[in-house]
T-cell receptor
């Protein structure tokens, strides 16, 4: 079945560092891809999404590009802030039943 | 605030008991999804309803059931509870199938 694999955390960076969180997927069709963020004690918020190959999703300085050839959707940010500390989830949704299939989550810790 | 509400926020109960979790979707959203987030299994899709009808089932145990009412709110019923059912249960809603899902703050269930 469809699956999502993302890098294990925690990832610890200093403020203003460059961030990459890797995400790869396995899917039989052409899924939509998402990054969700979960701040401490809160629910899940959609950070960005891409619905077809070569699409780039972006929001709040975060970017991810849908790479069909490498089945990847890596999350990047040029300069992280302490407020970016959270757990980041990569997910996919196939276009038949629309359920979200999740990666394990990557905890990001940003130190001032 | 996503506009999705879930009650209660916290629930503590004993093994063998039955509980009901409630979700009110965003105004205008017809689809409701239930997800379970646990330490060992991560985030898993449980079930989806669209305009009162069940549309997709994921890893939902037979001890669990759900329904969506005519006013579009949804309830997730968990019975014969076990220690392993302790988790955060999220509800999400979307306008239609395949639309962006907006998540509620979750209900944290603790089974003692």
């Amino acid at each position: 079945g469809d699956s999502v694999t993302q890098m294990e955390g925690p990832v610890t960076l200093s403020e203003e560092a460059f961030l990459t969180i890797n995400c790869t997927y396995t899917a039989t069709g052409y899924p939509s891809l998402f990054w969700y963020v979960q701040y401490p004690g809160e629910g899940l918020q959609l950070l960005l999404k891409a619905t077809k190959a070569d699409d780039k999703g972006s929001n709040k300085g975060f970017e991810a590009t849908y790479r069909k050839e490498t089945t990847s959707f890596h999350l990047e940010k040029g300069s992280v802030q302490v407020s970016d500390s959270a757990v980041y989830f990569c997910a996919l949704s196939d276009n038949s039943n629309y359920q979200l299939i999740w990666g394990a989550g990557t905890k990001l810790i940003i130190k001032p | 605030d996503s506009g999705v509400t879930q009650t209660p926020k916290h629930l503590i109960t004993a093994t063998g008991q039955r509980v009901t979790l409630r979700c009110s979707p965003r105004s205008g959203d017809l689809s409701v999804y239930w997800y379970q987030q646990s330490l060992d299994q991560g985030l898993q899709f449980l079930i989806q309803y669209y305009n009162g009808e069940e549309r997709a089932k994921g890893n939902i145990l037979e001890r669990f059931s759900a329904q969506q009412f005519p006013d579009l709110h949804s309830e997730l019923n968990l019975s014969s509870l076990e220690l392993g059912d302790s988790a955060l249960y999220f509800c999400a809603s979307s306008v239609g199938q395949g639309s962006e899902q907006f998540f509620g703050p979750g209900t944290r269930l603790t089974v003692l």
